[in-house]
């Protein structure tokens, strides 16, 4: 506990540490959505020296509803943690979209955007390794479900996933945050929402095949979901780390959870634990 505290305050220095010329802000058009995506990437300082030959892990972070690109750099300060890592961080603008490809518009595949187009165009134009292994998304609220949503559907690009304060069983909330824009009214399209619930997918996982951490404060009202999910994970035998910790559904909580992933996510990319297809 005293290594895991010190680990702590040390990040906490190197937070308050400046950094320039780190962060790009793309426009990233897409035949899955109906307008270029803005998409803020951030790179660690070792990446710009000349003559960098390195090559960096890469984690994507997902913003909630009503949240942009501009949102994990506002809640805290990657620069500062991609140069302290050594990682790569890629926050696109989730447009409210749930991070699924919707069944009702052919313009709003935010899942086939992620995953064909967002992260081939990173691979080809950033210094990352292009290994799931070596690869993360997270989120919060919205973006938790949908990184761990993504991360089930795609093992094979994410090998590593969390999420915080996540909405992670949208099935009981059938009213809220117009996801019934994109997926039809729940009433009429029950098993619709059960294939793009978190909760329900989950079932598909075999041990090994992720690297998963979760959270949700004890206030916030997604927490009986995330208890569930993480009661479902053990009868099923997914291994996993699930943290709860005081806090709602609010912004110092979901800047306080990031730090916690990003050692899980280092510690899984410097020591590979994830069991491979080969290897099963």
Not at 62 to 75: A, C, H, Q, V
Request: with cysteine.
């Amino acid at each position: 506990m005293k290594k895991f505290l010190l680990t702590l305050t040390t990040l906490a220095a190197v937070l308050s540490m400046t950094a320039r010329n780190q962060a790009d802000t793309l426009a990233i058009a897409s035949r899955y959505l109906a307008s270029p995506l803005k998409v803020t990437v951030v790179q660690p300082e070792q990446a710009l020296k000349d003559g960098n030959t390195r090559r960096f892990p890469t984690v994507y972070l997902l913003n909630g509803y009503s949240g942009d690109y501009t949102t994990w750099p506002k809640l805290q300060n990657l620069d500062s943690l991609a140069t302290h890592y050594g990682m790569i961080f890629v926050c696109p603008d989730g447009r409210d979209s749930w991070y699924w490809d919707s069944p009702l518009n052919n313009k709003m595949k935010m899942e086939s955007f992620i995953v064909k187009t967002l992260v081939p165009y990173i691979d080809s134009h950033y210094p990352t390794i292009d290994d799931p292994s070596k690869r993360a998304i997270t989120g919060l609220s919205m973006g938790g479900h949908g990184a761990l949503y993504l991360a089930i559907r795609n093992s094979d690009i994410f090998g590593n996933a969390g999420s915080t304060s996540g909405g992670v069983d949208i099935t009981k909330f059938p009213d809220k945050w117009k996801m019934d824009r994109t997926l039809g009214k729940y009433a009429q399209n029950r098993e619709t929402w059960n294939r793009h619930s978190v909760t329900n997918i989950a079932r598909q996982l075999k041990p090994g095949q992720l690297n998963i951490i979760f959270d949700c404060g004890e206030s916030d009202f997604f927490k009986p979901v995330n208890d569930n999910l993480h009661r479902q994970l053990l009868e099923d035998g997914i291994k996993h780390d699930y943290i709860s910790r005081p806090g709602r559904h609010s912004q110092p909580y979901w800047s306080n959870a990031i730090l916690y992933q990003l050692m899980f996510f280092d510690r899984n990319f410097n020591n590979r634990t994830r069991v491979t297809a080969a290897e099963k």
